[in-house]
């Protein structure tokens, strides 16, 4: 009877596998880290090994080489969560088209990726488990969307603020320390956004130099900077470059919304707390810490006439 050894942290899902496997005829064992691993191989021959690539105390990858080093010719299959962008785009897909069949009609969407932290025995969290967060516009309810989406576990509301489109945008361009190699992804419907270009607010920001308006407003009234999507639509490469070159020579710098002036010593230091405030307060918030050199800084703004 072929043997099979499982390298997995998730007792759950190990559970599960060697349950299925068992009942295919095959004999498991299971382990649930590498110093676990290399005690059984030393002490029990095995066919085959499926291991998880993250584990508490190493990973697949250093179980492999532990093998080929020590000569014990066993195929190893690596096995590991940590999720890829097909994963999210197949149920997308996959969702859009039972909603279709279910309702005779399609849903717009506006999906980015992330990929969760946390301890695989924390409820509702699991380490590199691929995460959606985003807009959907219907009028079904919220319990609908959640039976027609059907995977893994669904958070849901009945509506939209300046504050829910604040949390799920941040995944954008939100820097993650845990996973430095993970770029997140947006999936959005097609046209999404392309009727904001013939309202009155599309107009209000139409290019007039020095006047030109870089903003528009949230029904809150809240100022929000025009993302790249409609900037590019609604000003050419020259335009946008000129309203760059403006903001330089003005002398003048934004953080976080908060305008500076530059142009005296009392606004350079100004804009220095600013810049090492928002810093502070990025890190304070869980996001990672950033090298920054101040005098590097200020050395290559004097080198570009900046």
């Known amino acids: 009877m072929p043997s099979i ?8 899902f190990s559970l599960m596998l060697k349950t299925w496997l068992g009942r295919k005829g095959f004999e498991v064992s299971s382990v649930s880290s590498v110093s676990d691993a ?39 299959i690596m096995m590991t969560s940590y999720a890829e962008i097909q994963t999210a785009v197949q149920a997308i ?6 909603w279709i069949k279910k309702y005779k009609e399609s849903i717009k969407h506006w999906l980015v990726t992330e990929l969760g932290h946390g301890k695989r025995a924390e409820f509702h969290k699991s380490t590199e488990r691929l995460h959606l967060h985003g807009f959907l516009w219907t009028k079904k309810s919220a319990a ?23 949390y799920c945008v941040k995944y954008v361009s939100k820097v993650d320390a845990a996973h430095p190699g993970f770029t997140s992804k947006v999936f959005a419907s097609k046209g999404l956004g392309k009727g904001w270009l013939n309202r009155y607010d599309a107009r209000l920001n139409k290019f007039q130099g020095e006047n030109t308006r870089e903003y ?23 335009e946008r470059e000129q309203l760059w070159l403006q903001k330089l ?39 990672p810490a950033e090298p920054w050199n101040l005098k590097k800084y200020k050395k290559s703004r004097k080198k570009f006439g900046l």
């Not at 250093?62 to 066993?74: T, Y």
């Not at 897909?93 to 039972?98: A, D, E, I, Y």
């Not at 039976?147 to 829910?164: A, F, I, L, P, R």
């Open 144 to 166: 609908e969307i959640e039976e027609t989406w059907g995977y893994g576990w669904v958070d849901t509301g009945e509506y939209v603020n300046d504050k829910s489109v604040g």
């Open 5 to 12: 050894l499982i390298l997995e942290d998730d007792i759950t």
């Open 38 to 76: 290399r005690s059984r191989i030393e002490d029990a021959s095995f066919d085959l090994i499926l291991s998880d690539l993250r584990l508490p105390d190493g990973d697949g990858i250093d179980l492999l080489k532990w093998i080929k080093e020590n000569n014990f010719v066993i195929p190893l």
């Open 249 to 287: 020579d003005k002398q003048t710098r934004y953080v976080r919304g908060e305008k500076i002036d530059i142009s005296t010593m009392e606004g350079e230091r100004e804009y220095d707390q600013a810049l090492k405030y928002r810093q502070d307060e990025n890190v304070a918030l869980g996001y």
């Open 93 to 98: 897909k996959l969702f859009g088209k039972r």
């Open 216 to 238: 528009y407003r949230a029904p809150s009234g809240q100022k929000l900077a025009l993302p790249t999507y409609f900037r590019n639509k609604l000003w050419t490469d020259e």
